[in-house]
Each structure stands twice: as C-alpha cells, then as structure tokens.
C-alpha cells in the first residue's frame, strides 16, 4: 500500500478539482483503490484520464 509523502498536501475536494477529476471520476479512483490515492497517485490519474492523453 502507498503511503503518502510527509509533504504532501492532503487531498481535498478543491485539490482534487484542481486535478480536473469529477467527484464521480475521484470516487472511482477511490474504488479502485480501496483507499484515498497519494498526491502523486492523485496526478497520475489526472494525466491518464485527461483529454490530451486519452
């Protein structure tokens, strides 16, 4: 399991906005998951399901 770096910022709705994730979209990852995702999980799934990369 990942664990989040000490730095990190905590994931909230407005993080997850910024990331361009739905509150939809953020529940599948979390499904998916099991878990909140880390801040670099978090910008990973940001890239994978944006529009330019898919």
Known sequence: MSQ???NDPRITPEIVA???LSPDEYQVVLDGLGRAPTWSE???FSVMWSEHCS
Do not use: N
């Open 42 to 44: 978090l910008g990973v």
């Open 4 to 6: 989040s770096l000490p």
């Open 18 to 20: 910024e990331h361009g």
